[in-house]
C-alpha cells in the first residue's frame, strides 16, 4: 500500500515524486490457516523505484497506526462508516452486512508541532 505524506520534519523537500511511504502487510499461515499478521513499513529506497513516492527517514512505524474503516446500510437506507476496532460487534450484533471501506494510516507528529 502507498501512502502520501509530507511530514513536518522534511522541511521544502526537493526529491522527485512526492513524499510518501509504503507498507507492506500479509498473513502468516499455519497449515493453511492464518495465524497472524505482519504490518512492515518498507524502508529499502530500492522499493520506491517507479512508485511516485520517496521515503524520508524521518517516518517512523512506531508513531503510526493502521486502521480499516467499514461501512453498514441501515435498514432505513442510512450509511454507516467507522473505524473497525471491533466496536459495532457488540453495539449492533444484529447487522453482520459490513463491508471494508478502505484502509488509512494515522500518523502522530505532535512530536514536531509548534504551539503558540
Request: charge should be neutral; charged fraction near 25%.
Given at each position: 500500500?502507498?501512502?502520501?505524506?509530507?511530514?513536518?520534519?522534511?522541511?521544502?523537500?526537493?526529491?522527485?515524486?512526492?513524499?510518501?511511504?509504503?507498507?507492506?502487510?500479509?498473513?502468516?499461515?499455519?497449515?493453511?490457516?492464518?495465524?497472524?499478521?505482519?504490518?512492515e513499513?518498507v524502508t529499502?529506497?530500492?522499493?520506491?523505484?517507479?512508485?511516485?513516492?520517496?521515503?524520508?527517514?524521518v517516518?517512523?512505524?512506531?508513531?503510526?497506526?493502521?486502521?480499516?474503516?467499514?461501512?453498514?446500510?441501515?435498514?432505513?437506507?442510512?450509511?454507516?462508516?467507522?473505524?473497525?476496532?471491533?466496536?459495532?460487534?457488540?453495539?449492533?450484533?444484529?447487522d453482520?452486512?459490513?463491508?471494508?471501506?478502505?484502509?488509512?494510516?494515522?500518523?502522530?507528529?505532535?512530536?514536531?508541532?509548534?504551539?503558540?
Open positions: 500500500h502507498i501512502y502520501r505524506f509530507k511530514h513536518p520534519a522534511t522541511g521544502s523537500c526537493t526529491q522527485p515524486g512526492e513524499c510518501g511511504f509504503i507498507i507492506k502487510s500479509r498473513f502468516h499461515y499455519k497449515d493453511a490457516v492464518p495465524v497472524n499478521y505482519k504490518v513499513l529499502d529506497s530500492e522499493c520506491y523505484i517507479d512508485t511516485g513516492v520517496h521515503y524520508h527517514d517516518i517512523s512505524a512506531r508513531d503510526m497506526s493502521w486502521y480499516n474503516v467499514v461501512t453498514l446500510t441501515l435498514q432505513d437506507g442510512t450509511k454507516l462508516d467507522t473505524v473497525d476496532w471491533g466496536w459495532w460487534r457488540y453495539w449492533l450484533p444484529a453482520t452486512e459490513w463491508k471494508f471501506k478502505d484502509r488509512y494510516v494515522a500518523y502522530n507528529v505532535s512530536d514536531y508541532m509548534v504551539s503558540k
